[in-house]
């Protein structure tokens, strides 16, 4: 058995109850297997069997009082999964669904996704079981601020730097960085995504979303198409959804659907965004809510989330954004996109296709974005926000955004020169894997066996 085989046969045995972080690996050890091959120098140093070990992993308990002052309990988890190219970075989820096997599979694509934006970050992602949804806005403060009574040990400026996720917008981590400070004594960077009139960056806001539409235009172009007149359906009706709909609007496509965790909008017409962002960053209710503003919409009620069918994938279109949340898109769902013409995938959620759909998006070699180079502009512009506050400064929309462009652009080209070098020009799984990969795995090397 090869190097990469032996790895993952190891961790399926040792991890059968961490399906989700044995997918992640699969999908990254996978396509890493040509430069490991290539290359003694990893397997001596034992690189994969380091790179899949966190280097810390914290659980802890969250007590906290509802507002009937009844005790609740929730766990915590911060994964420190890898610091060789900087302070540990990823954000934090506050989702019923989270436990270690979804924390472990996110921050293992964190190492790379942080690696392809070339700033100086390591990988890392926390949160918690704990579900904002239905919560006063006092019981998210109390319970945000039991989390950072745990989670402020682990983390700092130059230690660990966690943001937003599902669950966590600026309100949460208003609640977070307020505690954080309170214990410490210290005001510095040791959150991003923070609130503008205090430390926070222009475009953090809009940027994994904005980020992902510009990676799909790196990619249309590069097969002489563009965005204009395109439709285009998107999953999710948060941030990254919320914004990849924006940006699909000021580039001349036409974004026609949204959904939530109960069901979906189909709005030929396209979705009206001020409509949209009322209803889910002001009132923070349904998407059900929609076909009473927009009655020709079409609303579909999620048949069943939990086993990946989603309706949005039937939607004809030429351009797919899922957005929402982790296989989310299989492969049925793959063959009747490809069968409608789709030519373009760009992942906005983490992890949000299965391998299966993957492999028929690779096979069919349309223009297919993993979330790790798409996604990336979120936590690119979390860098850029680690620096504005080291250096006390704030920089215009007009500058961050110029930024987060180029970042997306070259991270389209190390991917895409990478994929060409192995002679598989449309497989950006494999270039933007091996390309995030190199980085981590020389600097590992060079900083000895730590
Ligand atoms: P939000 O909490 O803002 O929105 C999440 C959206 O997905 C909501 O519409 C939610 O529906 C839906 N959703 C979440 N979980 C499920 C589920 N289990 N089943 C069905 N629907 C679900 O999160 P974000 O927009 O920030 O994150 C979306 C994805 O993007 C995640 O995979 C995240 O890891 C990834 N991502 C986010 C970044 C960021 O900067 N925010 C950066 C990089 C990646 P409902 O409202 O009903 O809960």
């Known amino acids: 058995m090869n190097y990469t085989q032996t790895i993952i046969e190891k961790m399926k045995e040792k991890y059968p109850y961490q399906p989700f972080f044995l997918q992640a690996l699969q999908e990254i050890l996978g396509s890493l297997k040509p430069e490991i091959e290539r290359n003694k120098i990893y397997e001596e140093n034992a690189i994969l069997e380091r790179l899949v070990v966190p280097e810390r992993s914290i659980a802890f308990r969250v007590p906290?009082?509802?507002?009937?002052?009844?005790?609740?309990?929730?766990?915590?988890?911060?994964?420190?999964?890898?610091?060789?190219?900087?302070?540990?970075?990823?954000?934090?989820?506050?989702?019923?669904?989270?436990?270690?096997?979804?924390?472990?599979?996110?921050?293992?694509?964190?190492?790379?996704?942080?690696?392809?934006?070339?700033?100086?970050?390591?990988?890392?992602?926390?949160?918690?079981?704990?579900?904002?949804?239905?919560?006063?806005?006092?019981?998210?403060?109390?319970?945000?601020?039991?989390?950072?009574?745990?989670?402020?040990?682990?983390?700092?400026?130059?230690?660990?730097?966690?943001?937003?996720?599902?669950?966590?917008?600026?309100?949460?981590?208003?609640?977070?960085f307020g505690q954080y400070k309170r214990l410490t004594n210290v005001f510095d960077g040791v959150l991003t995504g923070k609130g503008l009139k205090w430390g926070g960056s222009l475009v953090r806001k809009e940027a994994t979303g904005y980020g992902s539409v510009y990676f799909a235009k790196a990619m249309l172009e590069s097969k002489g198409e563009g965005l204009e007149g395109k439709i285009a359906c998107v999953s999710g009706s948060g941030n990254v959804a919320i914004y990849t709909i924006e940006k699909l609007y000021s580039l001349g496509a036409k974004p026609v659907s949204a959904s939530d965790s109960k069901g979906m909008i189909y709005d030929s017409e396209g979705v009206d965004l001020a409509l949209l962002k009322e209803l889910k960053e002001v009132q923070r209710v349904s998407l059900s809510e929609y076909i009473k503003y927009r009655p020709n919409t079409k609303y579909t009620k999620v048949q069943d989330y939990a086993k990946g069918r989603n309706e949005v994938w039937s939607i004809p279109c030429d351009l797919a954004f899922p957005s929402a949340t982790q296989n989310e898109l299989n492969a049925l769902d793959a063959k009747t996109l490809l069968d409608n013409g789709c030519m373009c995938v760009s992942e906005g959620a983490n992890m949000p296709c299965t391998l299966e759909a993957t492999e028929l998006f690779l096979q069919a070699k349309i223009c297919y974005a993993p979330a790790k180079a798409s996604n990336a502009g979120g936590v690119a512009t979390s860098g850029l926000e680690m620096s504005q506050n080291a250096s006390m400064s704030s920089w215009s929309f007009a500058e961050v955004d110029e930024k987060l462009q180029k970042i997306m652009k070259g991270i389209y080209e190390s991917a895409s020169e990478v994929a060409k070098e192995f002679g598989e020009e449309h497989n950006l799984v494999l270039g933007a894997n091996i390309a995030g990969f190199r980085k981590v795995a020389m600097a590992m090397i060079e900083q000895g066996v730590v």
């Open 64 to 176: 906290w009082v509802n507002d009937n002052g009844k005790i609740e309990v929730n766990m915590g988890y911060r994964i420190e999964f890898n610091s060789t190219l900087g302070p540990y970075k990823g954000g934090l989820r506050f989702h019923p669904s989270v436990n270690e096997d979804i924390i472990k599979f996110l921050g293992f694509e964190q190492i790379l996704k942080n690696s392809l934006t070339t700033l100086a970050m390591g990988g890392g992602k926390g949160g918690s079981d704990f579900d904002p949804k239905g919560k006063s806005d006092n019981e998210v403060m109390r319970f945000c601020q039991s989390f950072m009574n745990e989670l402020y040990r682990h983390i700092g400026e130059r230690t660990d730097v966690p943001a937003g996720d599902i669950g966590v917008g600026a309100r949460e981590i208003g609640y977070l």
